[in-house]
């Protein structure tokens, strides 16, 4: 193999390298806000029940707001 040719093999795997990096360094963060998003959906979630009306008695059972 030449020197140049290695060199330009050198220069591709550095630019692999780093180019690898910085992906992984995306991932990282895209799943880092993913947890977060599915934390905030998962209070959110437990907020909205925690909301909700007591289904205990059916509506057609409550006295209407006209009476």
């Known amino acids: 193999m030449t020197e140049a040719r290695l060199t330009e093999l050198e220069t591709k ?10 992906l992984n360094q995306t991932v990282f963060r895209q799943q880092e806000q993913l947890n977060s998003l599915q934390q905030q959906l ?3 979630h437990q907020r909205m029940q925690e909301s909700l009306p007591d289904e205990t008695h059916a509506p057609r059972d409550e006295i209407p707001p006209h009476y």
């Open 13 to 22: 795997l550095a630019f692999a390298e780093d180019l690898i990096e910085t």
């Open 42 to 44: 998962h209070l959110l």
